[in-house]
């Protein structure tokens, strides 16, 4: 691989994190390392299909019960500055919520945050969070407190403020920044340059007495605020350090950008999760691509550290070590689904891994410590690009591990079969735009309409994995879609030569959306991490307006999953409003279960104080998936008292 590590640290052995009391959820991934993996197990392939709902909480307000969610006009204002497609542009729930002691604490998408009864779903308090942004709609973080500051929740909104509340009653901890609120819109954040957009669309991660913030910020024009990350004191709110994203002069990876392009530069910016091996004191950070996302001609070089997954020393902010994922991202690659932490047992050794899944449908695993590739990963030639004054990366990292999900389209063989009409429609949508296809990386083309896979939502997002510690599997979801796009000349006067043409849209029949290419659409991996291999795949959704026996084609899907050790995967996920349950072992499909709306979002599961193992999922509908947004509840499903 190209992009060697930057430094290492060599420390003891000592134990991954401080594991969460097993009835509880007490960060978005169960533990600091992101495993989502519950040591219930009163929930098992022999009777998951008897989970029932035992309560709903609807997150509307009763009083706006007729009114779709709010609009935030500042923030959607701020988005539409230059060519308008932020990653933040969604209106349902995609909320994880937490459970600690009995408590469960959800954001929501009318501007409030939740904390309920986890066993009945009674509200205990309601706090609402001042507009415009909304709350951040994946979550909120949860930190313990200690002898002199009571427990906190912690969370960002979509117009840049990071917010404490007293996690026992809701109030603003008032602390904290100025009266519990921390403007992150800093002088140094917006760079010299007027406001732009700039916000959190997913909780931040504490480390200790720390809270480590990353950003959602503008994928156009290529100029704005920076996407740095920065850890602030929780109990004061006070900033203790910040690592640039983009390097500043003197600083290393600053020659990886060409004289003069990483000034004032947007974007390498973390929208997603972080993750951390609490003892060791690493914070690990998937960063996104740098503005403008899809034209990097005004950025030549490898543009450190776009697309990269970065180690920091928790304490400082210093970077240990970096692996650049997709070298100068013309493809909306962002790599921000969270680092997964286990243990892989290879060689006759046990190797402290760090995990990373990607839009290019590639498993990278890494040595926590040194950065090191623990499955080899090689560069290989990629095609170049046509578009004028372009340079695209010659080569691209590969892993070896099989990939797990479709990297190539081919429209002479792989052309969706279903249903005639779907077949014609297809056939004539290309011809029509004299679509050319290539295989991953394939640059996209100067007024030619390419056909992309992994498109910008396909491979997999931001939800990533989760790992089973007992039968050493780990478990990704995957989005086989497409993207077709060109980019063409831009008006004069315009920020960059070149934008996106007027044909920009996902490889599927929009009316149905149905896709263009043969299915699966949507699938379930499960990675033997010991061995390097897959050890089963199953499709993962249904298409409800085709014919019964073509029906189970996979869905495009936004959400993640669990596992337990009662030997269950736990997702929903995909945009035809179902939940599934698989077996861990074997991938067969246990359970589905139809909800109000689609559930982009990550389960959870936890103990009632009634004894029982409870899962719950949010199901909202809307996301990147266009899903509508159909729903506003979370549902916890529990099996009867009498079977547990």
Not at 507 to 534: E, S
Request: charged share 20%.
């Amino acid at each position: 691989m190209r992009i060697i590590c930057a430094a290492a640290v060599l420390m003891a052995a000592t134990p991954l994190t401080a594991a969460p009391s097993d009835g509880e959820w007490p960060t978005y991934g169960h533990d600091k390392g992101g495993m989502r993996y519950s040591t219930l197990d009163a929930v098992t392939p022999a009777n998951v299909n008897q989970l029932t709902p035992a309560w709903t909480y609807h997150m509307r307000p009763a009083v706006t019960a007729s009114a779709a969610p709010p609009v935030d006009t500042a923030q959607r204002a701020a988005e539409g500055v230059g060519r308008p497609r932020p990653r933040t542009r969604f209106t349902g729930s995609q909320t994880t919520p937490l459970v600690i002691a009995g408590t469960m604490y959800a954001s929501t998408p009318y501007g409030r945050v939740v904390a309920l009864d986890a066993t009945t779903g009674a509200e205990r308090w309601v706090r609402e969070i001042p507009g415009p942004g909304q709350p951040s709609l994946r979550g909120v973080e949860y930190w313990p407190g200690d002898a002199s500051t009571p427990a906190r929740l912690v969370f960002g909104t979509r117009d840049g403020r990071l917010i404490a509340l007293d996690a026992a009653t809701g109030a603003f901890a008032k602390d904290f920044g100025n009266d519990g609120i921390v403007d992150l819109k800093t002088p140094e954040i917006l760079n010299g340059l007027p406001p732009s957009y700039y916000g959190m669309t997913s909780p931040p991660l504490v480390w200790r007495d720390l809270v480590v913030t990353g950003s959602a910020t503008q994928e156009f024009p290529a100029l704005g605020a920076a996407g740095d990350i920065r850890a602030w004191n929780v109990r004061t709110g006070a900033l203790a350090w910040t690592f640039h994203t983009v390097p500043r002069r003197g600083e290393p990876g600053y020659a990886t950008w060409a004289p003069g392009s990483a000034e004032q530069r947007s974007g390498n910016n973390n929208w997603g999760f972080m993750t951390a091996d609490v003892a060791r004191g690493i914070v690990y950070i998937p960063l996104g691509a740098p503005t403008f996302d899809r034209y990097g001609g005004d950025r030549h070089g490898d543009n450190l550290y776009g697309t990269s997954l970065v180690a920091l020393d928790a304490a400082t902010g210093k970077l240990l070590w970096y692996k650049q994922i997709v070298h100068h991202d013309i493809w909306d690659a962002d790599l921000e689904a969270p680092p997964i932490l286990f243990d892989v047992h290879r060689g006759g050794k046990t190797i402290a891994a760090v995990a990373i899944t990607s839009k290019s449908g590639m498993l990278f695993i890494f040595d926590r410590v040194t950065g090191k590739p623990v499955y080899p990963v090689t560069e290989r030639k990629v095609p170049p690009s046509d578009v004028p004054d372009e340079a695209a990366s010659p080569t691209q990292p590969f892993s070896s591990l099989p990939a797990f999900a479709r990297q190539a389209f081919d429209p002479a063989t792989d052309t969706a079969q279903l249903t005639p009409e779907l077949t014609a429609w297809c056939g004539k949508w290309i011809a029509d735009n004299k679509m050319v296809a290539g295989s991953i990386y394939q640059p996209v083309r100067f007024n030619r309409t390419t056909i992309s896979f992994p498109g910008l939502q396909g491979g997999g997002n931001w939800s990533g994995s989760s790992f089973d510690p007992v039968n050493r599997l780990l478990f990704v979801n995957s989005s086989d879609l497409g993207q077709v796009t060109s980019l063409v000349k831009a008006a004069d006067g315009a920020p960059l030569p070149y934008e996106r043409g007027t044909l920009s849209a996902r490889f599927q029949q929009p009316d149905t959306k149905l896709m263009c290419h043969a299915p699966p659409w949507g699938r379930l991996t499960a990675y033997d991490v010991d061995r390097g291999t897959i050890a089963w795949q199953s499709v993962l959704g249904i298409s409800d307006n085709l014919p019964p026996a073509v029906a189970r084609t996979g869905r495009p899907n936004i959400g993640g999953s669990i596992v337990t050790a009662g030997g269950v995967v736990f997702i929903g996920a995909t945009d035809d409003s179902r939940f599934r349950a698989f077996d861990a072992k074997s991938g067969k499909q246990l359970l589905e279960v139809k909800l109000e709306a689609s559930a982009h979002a990550t389960p959870i599961t936890y103990s009632g104080s009634d004894g029982r193992q409870f899962v719950a999922i949010t199901a909202t509908g809307g996301s990147y998936l266009d899903s509508p947004v159909t729903g506003d509840s979370i549902v916890a499903f529990a099996l009867p008292k009498a079977a547990q």
